[in-house]
């Protein structure tokens, strides 16, 4: 059984930075890409950024300059280094890991429980 688990969000001011992790564990046996998506409310899951194993990044327009995703692959895990927060950018937020469980497998997607970010004065 396979379970990621995030680091707790929070309430964040304007400007502001915080930082997620997610942890995957269970039976894997390989990690492609890793990533954070976010829904806020009444809109539909966004990719906020993506990173391959090999440590390719893919961002979000909205938070290029802004955001960092990173991974440790050995612990595999996933960060999500969040600065000059934004109002717009309250959401939850979900990790995303390609993922096998045997070596004769494919990759499935596999999704963290989510963490509300609220940045808010």
């Known amino acids: 059984q396979v379970q990621l688990v995030e680091s707790r969000g929070g309430l964040v001011q304007p400007g502001g930075s915080l930082r997620l992790s997610c942890a995957a564990s269970?039976?894997?046996?390989?990690?492609?890409?890793m990533g954070w998506y976010r829904q806020a409310p009444g809109k539909e899951r966004e990719l906020v950024a993506a990173i391959t194993s090999g440590g390719t990044t893919n961002y979000a327009d909205s938070v290029k300059g802004r955001f960092t995703i990173s991974r440790d692959n050995t612990r595999k895990m996933v960060y999500l280094q969040m600065t000059s927060l934004k109002p717009e950018d309250t959401a939850v937020y979900y990790c995303n890991a390609a993922l096998k469980t045997t070596s004769w497998g494919t990759f499935d997607d596999y999704w963290g429980q989510g963490t509300q970010v609220t940045v808010s004065s």
């Open positions: 269970g039976s894997i046996r390989s990690i492609n890409a």
